[in-house]
């Protein structure tokens, strides 16, 4: 096994990202493979809809954020644009692979990280109130039980007792000393938990690790496996530093165009990796909420509600923004602040499940988001 | 004096009716009216408030989505009747490009390792070759022709396939921090041999030695070019040694050194 250095903590100094893979499908438990595979890039701290998507054709939009609107925004059309820092997701769109879902979010209005972050996670209309999240139950509904890339098991991907996780680093090779110490802990333990130790002293040895460098070398990685036969159906990537309450800046060289930079570098490794996989894939971000219309005193937002939703992947086939405007207008903002959300992200999480996954909407809208009368938008994201 | 009384009297009358117009749950908060309901649930006043607001109440509390829709204007109403009327409010933006900016999309080359091999004559009758390979600094700090250094910041081998260049299983940077991943040697190159025994295009290339403890650095991705001190492979004769001389950064570079080739 090669030596190397890097820590754990280096790593995620380097990255600032963790990778998370699933659904792995199961020689003889899955009767049909899914149609697709899907990823989700998890945006932490709030990503703000209106820098990353400005819709300059809002006559408010100036008004209130002069100095947070890029200058050099790409136009997509007459209402709305994408900010420089999307280089690669632009070519996307260019090429009718991706779509932008605007005014959105999931149903969660008060603005708190955790409990946001749990129910962008967990699916549900009451934080902390799912001990398994959106995606973990749509795998198994489509009984695809399978591997979590990761230290932790991340909400998003609970709703299995067969879940496998894994943390994609290398470990140098364990000494004898180690493994037996590892096999005496087993001994020690029932059945269930002794298998666990065994995973550990396997994994700990295994060859085809890698040393994990930066966000787009894990989206590359995850990529790559999930292009493999019988490799895991879909993938979670997570990102931080969103939070911009001061100096968020309106470029590609701004804090928050900085971590837009990333959210295209991870699009970018995903479809280097995935290959020919590409075209029955999709991808797709989420945040916990959206940013203030208007900018604070220190150039920056503070937490707001609605954002936008990025989807990129060769499942779509024409590249569009899909919103119910609702204005930027004092009165139109939700409670004279924030970007109203008119359309539940929900909705959105789910058609790309229905693609992705082959499952019935009315299916996932009542299994996986508890909420029958969900919306579909499958159709205006996929036909 | 008169007129004073008046306009007292006009304010009061004006008091009084938008006292009774106004309703007498409008100021509670959603989660009051659903506690209260819970306690009544045959109470008219709250049954009309609930209803009034759209309320959706589980436990005594009212659900989140119905928070949504009750503190807000018009727009909030809408999201409520699309739960039921399939969407018919959101509107398609279509993206339009212009032709030009199509183009340039199109064209747009993001890859760190991109590289348009179109303007070389590439080589395309070599046989499969291997070489070992070193790569040394340039400094230009202190001569504008540059001084080498003779410690590898990377060494292994090189299989050439027609026009491919790919570094063999056992090559590595020296470099430490990032760079102790071989993968940048496998993943992060696109290099091709001309036919006049050049490397042209991009590969990562670690500038700095990174200690145990010191800050890891990505690395940078110079353009592989015909460098006019370079000393190209001679394909008719592989057994020669070249330097293949890269410009890295203003203060150094440097040479890839290619020996000992042989036929595989």
């Avoid at chain 1, 203030?292 to 990025?310: C, D, K, P, Q, R």
Wanted: charged share 25%.
């Amino acid at each position: 096994m090669p030596k190397f250095n890097l820590t754990r903590r280096e790593f995620l100094k380097v990255s600032g990202a963790s990778l998370f893979l699933a659904g792995v499908p199961l020689p003889g438990f899955t009767k049909n493979k899914p149609p697709g595979t899907i990823s989700v890039i998890m945006l932490e701290g709030g990503m703000d809809g209106l820098t990353a998507v400005p819709p300059f054709g809002d006559p408010n939009l100036l008004k209130m954020r002069k100095n947070l609107t890029s200058n050099n925004f790409l136009k997509l059309n007459s209402f709305f644009g994408l900010h420089p820092s999307f280089q690669y997701f632009a070519g996307l769109m260019a090429k009718n692979n991706a779509s932008i879902v605007h005014a959105t979010n999931f149903p969660y209005v008060l603005r708190s990280h955790f409990e946001g972050q749990n129910l962008m996670q967990g699916g549900g209309l009451s934080p902390f109130s799912d001990t398994t999240g959106w995606l973990g139950r749509a795998l198994d509904l489509a009984k695809v039980p399978g591997r979590s890339l990761s230290l932790d098991m991340p909400l998003v991907l609970r709703g299995m007792s067969d879940n496998d996780n894994f943390y994609p680093a290398s470990i140098k090779s364990s000494s004898d000393l180690m493994t037996q110490l590892i096999d005496t802990i087993s001994m020690a333990h029932s059945k269930e938990g002794s298998e666990i130790f065994k995973k550990v002293s396997k994994k700990s040895t295994q060859k085809d690790s890698i040393v994990p460098r930066n966000p787009a070398s894990l989206a590359k990685f995850a990529g790559k496996a999930m292009s493999r036969d019988g490799g895991p159906l879909s993938s979670v990537i997570k990102v931080d530093q969103f939070d911009t309450h001061a100096n968020q800046g309106a470029d590609e060289n701004g804090n928050h165009g900085t971590q837009l930079t990333l959210i295209d570098d991870i699009i970018a490794g995903y479809k280097e990796g995935l290959g020919d996989a590409w075209d029955r894939s999709i991808i797709l971000t989420l945040t916990e909420f959206g940013r203030t219309v208007l900018e604070n005193g220190t150039g920056g937002t503070e937490h707001g509600y609605g954002s936008a939703g990025l989807l990129a992947g060769g499942a779509i086939t024409k590249s569009r923004v899909i919103s119910q405007w609702p204005g930027l207008a004092k009165n139109e903002q939700f409670e004279k602040r924030d970007l109203m959300s008119t359309i539940d992200y929900r909705s959105v999480c789910a058609a790309c499940i229905e693609k992705s996954l082959g499952l019935d909407h009315d299916v996932i809208a009542s299994k996986v988001f508890y909420t029958p009368k969900l919306p579909r938008v499958y159709d205006q994201i996929f036909s | 004096m008169k007129l004073k009384r008046i306009l007292l009297t006009v304010l009061l009358v004006i008091g009084f009716i938008g006292k009774n117009f106004a309703g007498p749950y409008d100021d509670w908060p959603d989660d009051s009216i659903c506690g209260w309901l819970e306690q009544k649930p045959t109470h008219t006043g709250y049954l009309r408030e609930a209803k009034k607001r759209s309320l959706t109440c589980d436990g005594g509390k009212a659900l989140k989505s119905s928070v949504k829709t009750t503190t807000t204007n018009k727009n909030t109403s809408a999201t409520k009747s699309k739960a039921s009327n399939a969407n018919s409010d959101i509107t398609i933006y279509e993206v339009v490009f212009s032709p030009a900016v199509l183009k340039e999309l199109l064209d747009r080359v993001i890859s760190k390792t991109d590289y348009d091999f179109s303007k070389h004559k590439l080589t395309n009758n070599v046989k499969d070759i291997q070489c070992r390979f070193t790569i040394n600094r340039v400094v230009y700090e202190n001569s504008e022709l540059g001084v080498p250094e003779y410690w590898d910041m990377a060494q292994g081998t090189i299989n050439v396939k027609g026009s491919e260049i790919e570094f063999g299983e056992g090559s590595y940077w020296k470099m430490g921090g990032l760079s102790t991943d071989k993968n940048y040697l496998k993943d992060e190159v696109n290099i091709k041999l001309t036919e006049d025994g050049h490397f042209v295009g991009k590969m990562a290339y670690f500038t700095h030695t990174i200690k145990q403890g010191e800050v890891p650095r990505e690395p940078l991705y110079p353009t592989l070019t015909k460098h006019k001190r370079s000393k190209p492979i001679n394909l008719k004769s592989i057994g020669d040694s070249a330097e293949l001389w890269i410009d890295v950064e203003d203060w150094a570079g440097g040479i890839m050194r290619i020996s000992r080739c042989k036929y595989l």
